[in-house]
């Protein structure tokens, strides 16, 4: 199994950015698909979410509003469009697919229930 992220790069505070992160070795319509990220000498934090099941999608209260998680499960591939950037969205951001299902949504954002995880790619907005 691997993921690759990539789409990462330097933008100016304000501008967009997209995120992908496909996938090989596994079906990935069964699993939950995560974003994270981590900033400088910070610990990595949950950013977003899609469900396997109905693609319920979630967000950290930090990018709610900016940031758009969606999945295209015949390209195998999971995106994170980031708008309105901010210089405190700066950071590796990585992608991670859970196969586990929990009853509450909350758990998807810890690093706990993911299977496997991507490389990382650095995001760098310039204030």
């Known amino acids: 199994v691997q993921l690759q992220a990539s789409g990462g790069g330097l933008v100016q505070s304000g501008g967009s950015l997209r995120l992908s992160c496909t996938a090989s070795?596994?079906?990935?319509?069964?699993?939950?698909i995560g974003w994270f990220r981590q900033a400088p000498g910070k610990e990595r934090e949950g950013v977003s979410f899609?469900?396997?099941?109905?693609?319920?999608?979630f967000y950290a209260d930090s990018v709610k509003g900016r940031f758009t998680i969606s999945r295209d499960n015949t390209k195998k591939t999971a995106y994170l469009q980031m708008n309105s950037l901010k210089p405190e969205d700066t950071a590796v951001y990585y992608c991670?697919?859970?196969?586990?299902?929990?009853?509450?949504?909350?758990?998807?954002?810890?690093?706990?229930?993911?299977?496997?995880w991507g490389q990382g790619t650095l995001v760098t907005v310039s204030s």
């Open positions: 070795g596994l079906t990935l319509n069964s699993y939950t």
């Open positions: 991670a697919v859970a196969g586990r299902r929990y009853a509450g949504n909350y758990y998807y954002f810890l690093e706990d229930p993911y299977d496997y």
């Open positions: 899609i469900r396997d099941r109905g693609g319920s999608t």
